[in-house]
């Protein structure tokens, strides 16, 4: 069976830092990676989408990036933070190719950006 | 453009009533839908998803949801709420791309 790890479960980290959050995907092969990010109350917000090693898509212009290094490992990262960044990051993978149309989670990681 | 609209951001039910959520999405193609639950703190879990056939869907947790074409909506339902069942709902729709609503927070009164 296939899971997703994320981590670390909790961040706290001062505006202008780096960051850098990590999701592995174990049990599937080249599946698509996801991250979002969910603001306090709010809904899911795609930042990223990879469907491949260093096929990466970026949905919002802002200061954090996304890496592929490896088939199934997705990096979120950030020169700097900003206060705005705070929030609940989640990544998911999908496999189209399996007919599984549905994406799945992770557990997430809450930054707070002080 | 294809889009996800969750009716009510929040609503509450009394324990053992129905429940009932609201989603409906504009498409220019047949979607794939989809149910998410988050509980707090915690990622998102399939709770259904319809792609072809059968247009009822039964899902985990005693949730259901019946897609209609002629409505375009895909609304989840529950006959019976349980306090377990207090969380944030997520309808979504994949046509090439996902597409989330903006949920729906389930309050269960005692």
């Known amino acids: 069976s296939q899971t997703i790890h994320q981590w670390p479960a909790t961040l706290v980290q001062p505006v202008g830092s780096p960051l850098s959050l990590e999701c592995t995907v174990e049990?599937?092969?080249?599946?698509?990676l996801y991250w979002y990010r969910q603001a306090a109350g709010r809904g899911l917000q795609l930042l990223f989408y990879s469907i491949g090693i260093d096929q990466i898509s970026s949905e919002v212009p802002q200061n954090l990036s996304a890496s592929r290094p490896q088939d199934r490992q997705f990096i979120l990262s950030s020169k700097k933070l900003l206060l705005s960044d705070s929030g609940f990051y989640l990544c998911?993978?999908?496999?189209?190719?399996?007919?599984?149309?549905?994406?799945?989670f992770g557990p997430g990681t809450r930054l707070t950006v002080t | 453009a294809q889009s996800v609209t969750q009716l009510g951001s929040h609503v509450s039910v009394s324990e053992g009533a129905l429940v009932l959520l609201r989603c409906n999405y504009s498409?220019?193609?047949?979607?794939?839908l989809f149910w998410y639950v988050q509980y707090p703190n915690q990622g998102l879990q399939l709770l259904l998803k319809?792609?072809?056939?059968?247009?009822l869907v039964k899902g985990i947790n005693g949730f259901e949801a019946e897609f209609k074409k002629s409505e375009t909506s895909f609304h989840l339902t529950k006959p019976s709420a349980h306090m377990s069942d207090a969380a944030e709902y997520f309808c979504a729709v994949s046509v090439r791309k996902f597409y989330f609503g903006t949920g729906t927070s389930l309050t269960v009164i005692p």
């Open positions: 498409s220019s193609v047949p979607p794939y």
């Open positions: 049990g599937t092969s080249n599946p698509n």
């Open positions: 998911a993978w999908s496999d189209f190719s399996a007919g599984r149309y549905e994406q799945y």
């Open positions: 319809y792609t072809t056939g059968a247009t």
